[in-house]
Nanobody, 126 residues
């Protein structure tokens, strides 16, 4: 069993930055992908940034995140961090840490993820 605890959300002005942290515990070695999804008001949950947990550390970003967000992983601390810069009002959402033990064709597609944190709210005001 793997448990995820996400944190770091808050309220910022447009153009500001936030850092989200996901702390994994349990059988973390069993996961293949871990990263961040978000659910904006009235919208479906979508993938934002994912990192492979093997030695490759390959990262995947949604188009909306490219150039502004950076995902990274600390193996020793079992944490995954999402550095978000130049935040815009459209980034307002609840951000969820998610993980999967499966090998998937599209790591940004949430359909194969079944391990979730409780979410952390990000509010960006313009």
């Amino acid at each position: 069993q793997v448990d995820l605890a996400d944190s770091g959300g808050g309220s910022v002005q447009a153009g500001g930055s936030l850092t989200l942290t996901c702390k994994a515990s349990g059988y973390t070695y069993s996961t293949n992908y871990i990263g961040w999804f978000r659910e904006a008001p009235g919208k479906e949950r979508e993938g934002v940034a994912i990192i492979r947990t093997d030695s490759s550390g390959i990262t995947y970003y949604a188009d909306s995140a490219k150039g502004r967000f950076t995902i990274s992983r600390d193996h020793r601390k079992d944490t995954v961090t999402l550095q978000m810069n130049n935040l815009q009002a459209d980034d307002t959402a609840i951000y969820y840490c998610g993980a999967t033990t499966q090998w998937v064709a599209n790591p940004l597609d949430l359909k194969d993820y079944f391990i979730w944190g409780s979410g952390t709210r990000v509010t960006v005001s313009s």
